[in-house]
């Protein structure tokens, strides 16, 4: 288990080592190292998901460790309440950012070990606190720079994360 305290409250995952094994250490240990601690929820679309995991306040980007195998082909499926890493167009390119899926998004799913089939890899789901996770899903968005959509307009921060045994 883990608990993501944010400025909303907290969301506490339960995490699939046995579906997601390195998908779920590389978490473990971005949490461990405080990776997490004061990051933004830096994109937020209602009717799909809130991404995490990436920048700090101000929009800073975050170092990260090299990517983790795209492990999507576990069986696991982009539902309500599902957490899933979030990566580039390259399906193995996944390092630190995470979105908690707000809404059944099948297409996000494994189909093929293809560059257009491959999907994205469910490795928790959340336990405790999905009113949390549905009061950001709802907060007002914009746009930052010229990069950046769908960013809330008034920080939503993970403060910190508390890893359990």
């Given amino acids: ?40 929820f830096h994109r937020v679309i209602d009717g799909f998901m809130i991404q ?28 309500v309440g599902t957490v899933a890493m979030a990566r580039t167009m390259e399906p193995h390119s996944a390092t630190a950012q995470f979105f908690i899926n707000v809404n059944d998004n099948d297409f996000l799913n494994f189909k093929s070990a293809t560059s257009q089939g491959f999907g994205y890899c469910v490795f928790g789901e959340v336990v405790e606190g999905m009113d949390v996770v549905n009061k950001i899903k709802g907060v007002a968005t914009g746009t930052r720079g010229y990069m950046h959509q769908d960013v809330p307009v008034d920080d939503v921060l ?4 508390t890893v359990g045994e």
């Fill in 1 to 40: 288990m883990v608990t993501l305290h944010t400025t909303y409250g907290d969301i506490t995952l339960n995490l699939f080592a046995d579906k997601a094994p390195d998908t779920v250490a590389n978490f473990l240990q971005y949490c461990r190292d405080g990776h997490y601690d004061n990051t933004l």
């Fill in 52 to 79: 995490g995991g990436g920048y700090g306040p101000g929009f800073e980007e975050k170092a990260t460790r090299a990517p983790v195998k795209n492990e999507a082909g576990n069986g696991l499926a982009n539902k």
């Fill in 158 to 161: 993970i403060t910190g994360v």
